[in-house]
């Protein structure tokens, strides 16, 4: 494990202001991860030994996700995204960061939105329209900006390989008027509890994901 933490943050100790450049080292990183199953399989393996990183993965009213790695400035991220909720991912949303993100398996029809209220603050459904409609298959990858608005509507078994950069603004914006009902949200982790948008995986949940990717052979 730290012969994967040292190569990682070698590679991602970067000048964040050229964002072509950040794109680039994110796209080459995630396609290596893609390719060496007995590095996706340490990450995967070791998250449930550091306590930040199982607090990293979440359970999300889009999907399942795992926390693989962090820097130690928190300016990077990468996750394995999982368990998708197609029903809940027709709101259009935009995020805090530029991103890169590798198809391992499944699928899903990929809609970037055009803004016609310009590229910061809020907006609603009426603020967009389509721009570009993709279809996405295992192996595809693609990076986008934090300005842009995206859908990723994806099949069951959809798994992929997701790294985030560095925080571009103090908030990411969806089309609040076409979200989900909270009767939608992943249950509480505690008897008690409400439903919450997202929230740290269990332990439980971790092994159960854990279980989910060996199964589907992507890691060991």
Request: charged share 20%.
């Amino acid at each position: 494990m730290k012969t994967a933490d040292s190569w990682l943050t070698q590679e991602l100790c970067l000048d964040v202001s050229d964002l072509d450049y950040v794109q680039h080292v994110m796209r080459s990183i995630l396609d290596r991860l893609a390719t060496d199953r007995n590095l996706l399989t340490t990450l995967v393996d070791e998250v449930v030994n550091h306590p930040s990183r199982l607090a990293a993965s979440r359970v999300t009213l889009l999907l399942n996700r795992l926390s693989l790695w962090e820097a130690p400035d928190h300016s990077f991220e990468i996750r394995l995204n999982m368990n998708p909720r197609p029903e809940n991912q027709l709101v259009p949303h935009d995020h805090c960061y530029a991103f890169a993100t590798h198809i391992l398996t499944g699928g899903y029809v990929h809609v970037v939105r055009r803004r016609t209220n310009g590229w910061e603050g809020p907006f609603t459904g009426a603020d967009l329209q389509p721009a570009i409609v993709t279809v996405e298959r295992p192996g595809s990858a693609y990076a986008l900006d934090h300005s842009m608005v995206h859908q990723a509507v994806m099949a069951p078994d959809t798994v992929t390989l997701f790294i985030r950069g560095p925080r571009r603004k103090a908030a990411s914006h969806a089309a609040e008027e076409l979200m989900p009902p909270a009767q939608s949200w992943p249950e509480a982790a505690a008897p008690g509890n409400q439903p919450e948008q997202s929230r740290s995986a269990t332990v439980d949940e971790y092994l159960t994901m854990h279980r989910y990717l060996r199964d589907r052979r992507i890691i060991n």
